[in-house]
Structure formats: C-alpha cells, structure tokens
C-alpha cells in the first residue's frame, strides 16, 4: 500500500511540475545541465525541458528543435510508465525491462550520434 501512496505522489509532483513548467517555461530555477558546463557538448538530455515545455503549448516544431531525440522517446517513457503504475496497482512484480541487443546497441548507437550530430552540427 505504501508504494501506491508513493507512485500517486509521483503522479501529484509530476502534474505539478507540468504545470510550473507550463507557466513559466524559461526560469532560473531550472538547473543547469553539468555535462555541458565541464564539456561544453549538448548530451542526449539537453534540451528536454525546453522541448517539454515547448510540447505543452503546442509547439511541435520548437519542440524538435530543443530536443527531438527527447520528443520521439516521450511516448515510450509515457507507456512505460503507465504500465509501471498498472502493474503496481495489480499488485505485479515491476520487471525492469531487459531489452535485446538488437534494439540496446542501435538505441545506443543513435543516441550517441543525436549527441555528436547536435554538438557538431547547427540546428
């Protein structure tokens, strides 16, 4: 029962992390990505608040530009998520999901070229 309580409360928080992030999308308070601070190279994540933000007031196209490898992902981390509180309402075991190496390595692969592609490139 305790961990129903903790998941609405991840619900709750998320709902209003949206909802902050709808009203103010460009904000101080949003921490800094450390990779590109040492780095200087924007990493696979970079962009995905902006992207967000830029999805929730039906920007599409902003959207991609912040961050499309983010844009495309989010519906399988909604599923996964989703079928993560299914199954904890269930009562389920929650399995992480063991990918096959068909689809980790080009996962891998892409996500290593969005990044190269994105810290090379001008978009």
Same mark, same amino acid.
């Given at each position: 029962?305790?961990? %129903?309580?903790?998941?609405?409360?991840?619900?709750? +928080?998320? !709902?209003?992390?949206?909802?902050?992030?709808?009203?103010?999308?460009?904000?101080?308070?949003?921490?800094?990505?450390? %990779? /590109?601070?040492?780095?200087?190279?924007?990493?696979?994540?970079?962009?995905?608040?902006?992207?967000?933000?830029?999805?929730?007031?039906?920007? @599409?196209?902003?959207?991609?530009?912040?961050?499309?490898?983010? !844009?495309?992902?989010?519906?399988?981390?909604?599923? /996964?998520?989703?079928? +993560? /509180?299914?199954?904890?309402?269930?009562?389920?075991?929650? %399995?992480?999901?063991? @990918?096959?190496?068909?689809?980790?390595?080009?996962?891998?692969?892409? +996500?290593?070229?969005? +990044?190269?592609?994105?810290?090379?490139?001008?978009?």
């Amino acid at each position: 029962m305790k961990a %129903i309580y903790a998941a609405n409360l991840a619900i709750a +928080t998320s !709902v209003v992390a949206l909802a902050v992030l709808a009203v103010h999308p460009q904000s101080r308070f949003y921490p800094p990505c450390p %990779i /590109y601070q040492l780095l200087h190279i924007q990493c696979p994540g970079c962009g995905a608040t902006r992207a967000l933000a830029d999805l929730l007031h039906g920007q @599409l196209r902003e959207a991609f530009r912040a961050n499309a490898l983010f !844009v495309l992902a989010l519906p399988v981390i909604f599923l /996964y998520a989703a079928q +993560t /509180y299914r199954r904890l309402l269930a009562g389920e075991p929650d %399995i992480w999901p063991k @990918l096959p190496t068909t689809i980790l390595y080009p996962a891998l692969a892409l +996500t290593l070229c969005f +990044t190269l592609a994105r810290s090379v490139l001008v978009f």
